[in-house]
């Protein structure tokens, strides 16, 4: 079942900070993070394995509360390259299972 | 870091004839490999896992005779359109994460296809 990500989209100003959330119904292994530009390919931001984890990448991080089965991705001091479409990915199981994807978050940083 | 190609990046057919689209694991094994389907401003839906060596496991409402997945080497797999219609145009995605390992999915650049 794909995990539900909100809010849908958000507008921010270049150094404003804003928070994605990914929920699933099921419990989860791992939780991904990938930022997909229009055309291209998603990219890895981040893997958060263990419940209660968080991972940073430069000033966009990472909490995942396994209890809840919910993932929180940070955009802290957002920059105009941090715009794009954010995807969580979940998977069930341990290593070298499939993702499943939720809806995707749209960011947009304005100047 | 490890690398997934994806070929053709983009390809128009006529409807009724049938693409390939193929993705390779330049730099490790993949024993699975996972084909998505993306609509604009749209999520990346599952379409199959293909499995080296043996038949792809398919999501439901995916037709695997419509979608052909082969698997032949731990590097390279393939998506067959077969029959391709305008609704089969889309934006196709393979990734695949390394045999064993809790590691993040790596994505080729994927294809997209117009059928007209």
């Known amino acids: 079942q794909q995990p539900v990500q909100s809010p849908q989209a958000v507008i921010l100003r270049e150094g404003e900070d804003a928070v994605i959330n990914c929920s699933s119904s099921?419990?989860?292994?791992?939780v991904h993070w990938y930022r997909q530009k229009h055309g291209e390919a998603p990219v890895f931001l981040m893997i958060?394995?263990?419940?209660?984890e968080q991972k940073g990448h430069e000033k966009i991080s990472a909490s995942f509360n396994e209890k809840k089965q919910q993932s929180s991705l940070y955009l802290t001091a957002s920059q105009l390259s941090y715009s794009g479409t954010y995807f969580c990915?979940?998977?069930?199981?341990?290593?070298?299972?499939?993702?499943?994807f939720g809806g995707g978050t749209r960011v947009l940083v304005k100047p | 870091g490890a690398v997934v190609s994806q070929h053709p990046s983009w390809v128009i057919c006529k409807s009724g004839t049938s693409v390939k689209i193929e993705c390779r694991s330049l730099?490790?094994?993949?024993?699975?490999m996972f084909w998505y389907r993306q609509f604009p401003k749209q999520s990346l839906m599952l379409m199959a896992t293909?499995?080296?060596?043996?038949?792809?496991?398919?999501e439901q409402g995916v037709e695997k005779d419509k979608f052909l997945i082969n698997h032949a080497s731990l590097t390279l797999s393939t998506l067959t359109v077969t029959s391709a219609h305008p609704e089969d145009s889309s934006f196709y995605i393979c990734?695949?994460?390394?045999?064993?390992?809790?590691?993040?999915?790596?994505f080729g650049q994927g294809t997209r296809l117009t059928v007209v």
């Open positions: 958060l394995l263990k419940g209660g």
């Open positions: 099921k419990a989860l292994y791992s």
């Open positions: 293909s499995n080296e060596g043996s038949k792809a496991t398919y």
């Open positions: 990915g979940t998977a069930l199981q341990a290593a070298g299972n499939k993702l499943t």
């Open positions: 730099d490790f094994q993949a024993t699975t």
């Open positions: 990734s695949a994460r390394e045999s064993g390992r809790d590691t993040e999915a790596f």
